[in-house]
């Protein structure tokens, strides 16, 4: 098993910064792609961006293209999402998932992904 706890998360206003980061309880995750959701209230959990296992791969949903960078640190078994540009509808419960090696889905799809975080709340005010 993999435990991922997710932390960073925060009230805002529009056009600030903030900075999620997810650790691992095992070394294993540096073999595994990584990824980011969130879920706003009423809606279905959505794809916000992967990495690959070596970083050099990464992938985002329109919406934070551009605002938005993920990173990792295998050696400290931890991802990383850095949030940019802050708006209103960025606002939901950001988690962070894990993609072994043996999971043949897409990174963007939430059923590709075999571990998950508890989720952090981020809420931007306008």
């Known amino acids: 098993q993999v435990q991922l706890v997710e932390s960073g998360g925060g009230l805002v206003q529009a056009g600030d910064s903030l900075r999620l980061s997810c650790a691992a309880s095992r070394r294993t995750v540096s073999a595994y792609t990584m990824g980011w959701f969130r879920q706003a209230p009423g809606k279905e959990r959505e794809f916000v961006a992967f990495i690959s296992w070596s970083g050099g791969s990464t992938g985002y949903a329109d919406s934070v293209k551009g605002r938005f960078t993920m990173s990792r640190d295998n050696a400290k078994n931890t991802v990383y999402l850095q949030m940019n540009s802050l708006k209103p509808e960025d606002t939901a419960v950001y988690y962070c998932?894990?993609?072994?090696?043996?999971?043949?889905?897409?990174?963007?799809?939430?059923?590709?992904?075999?571990?998950w975080g508890q989720g952090t709340q981020v809420t931007v005010s306008s």
């Open positions: 998932a894990a993609k072994t090696t043996y999971s043949t889905g897409s990174y963007y799809q939430t059923a590709s992904y075999n571990y």
